[in-house]
């Protein structure tokens, strides 16, 4: 088997084959960048590289205990909410896992290394790839963990809290472990009518996953924690990896971003600009925009092969999504950034579309 890297934000390869300045809209990260006091803890905290990281990350786990307003013993952190995804495998070992298609790939691959059977729920785009009430029926006897990505990428698609609350009540009668990934959560308008954090008590069965990489722009520094009340997967979690998965660097990283609260609250108020300028535009092109509740836009083109190739040629990379499940190369994803590079992106774009449009009529 040939390895074959399926993620946004590679720019090292394409600066490798094609060298050149380029804007990067296939990763999906706070358009602000890495906030300046972050930045100076990092430095900070290299005096104290000299000894091994805290083990279990007890200020980091203190600081996000006050920031999702619940108990730090129900906090697991780690290198990157990818690295979480496959000790979660590892550490639940579940026989067949429902996962929605398209989504993210890591589920898959993670599930795939402990032999685990995968059955995928559907997403269409005639129903403008939502999670259907038909859902429940997928979630037979013979499931032992459910993933929903929510918002879910790459169609930036909400599930409602309550449909999730159904789906967590089923799941826990039939002893299903159900891993919400709301790593995205932080950019959609009132989260708190979406993410499932409140149920965390009185559902053992469910685990969230969560990142400071979106939020922070923290990407290289990788950050991320897992949520659940469930004492026996978290202390799996635990053994299914190093014990200094998190370096000092990293945890003095989240300390600090936790208290950059108008960094936050600048951040979110850009995105929901942006976006909202973006799905215009795109549409004005007459490109077809689904969900996009987060801070990127998933977009149908057609008529126009080829476009994150032709954009790459202007020094402009997104996402093509022919890699996803159930896409094929006429979708493509994109970054929501500042209003700039925004149109810098809107123009290429257009530009592209006038080309392709006059050589048909050639």
Known sequence: MVYKYVHGGDIYSVQAN?????????????????P????AAVAAATEECRNYPDPFCRELRAALAGWEKINWDDIFCGNGASEIIFRLALAIKPRKALL??????????????????????????????????????YLTREIDMAVICNPNNPTGQLCSKAFLKRVLAECREKNIFVLVDECFMDFTDHPEK????????DCP???????????????GIRLGYALTVNRDVLDRLKLCGPDWAVSSLAQAAG?????????????????????????????????????????YIFFLTEGVPDLSQKLLAKGIIIRSCADY???????YRVAVKTREENRTLINRIKDVIQHESRAGCD
């Open 18 to 34: 094609r060298p050149g300045d380029y804007l990067d809209f296939s990763v999906n990260v706070n358009p602000l960048g890495l």
């Open 205 to 219: 069965n469910l685990i969230i996953l969560k990142a400071f990489t979106k939020l922070y722009a923290m990407a």
């Open 255 to 295: 300390i600090c971003a936790l208290r950059q609260e108008d960094y936050v609250q600048q951040s979110k108020l850009l995105v929901q600009t942006e976006r909202e300028f973006l799905i215009r535009e795109l549409t004005a092109l007459g490109l077809k925009v689904f969900g996009s509740r987060a801070n």
């Open 36 to 39: 300046e006091a972050v930045k």
């Open 100 to 137: 929605l298609a398209p989504t993210f790939a890591d589920y898959a691959r993670a599930l795939q290394t402990v032999g685990c059977g995968i059955e995928y729920y559907d997403l269409r785009a005639e129903t403008e790839f939502r999670v259907r009430e038909d859902y429940s029926a």
């Open 194 to 201: 979406y993410s499932v954090r409140e149920y965390l008590k």
């Open 325 to 331: 499940l159930k896409l094929n190369p006429c979708f």
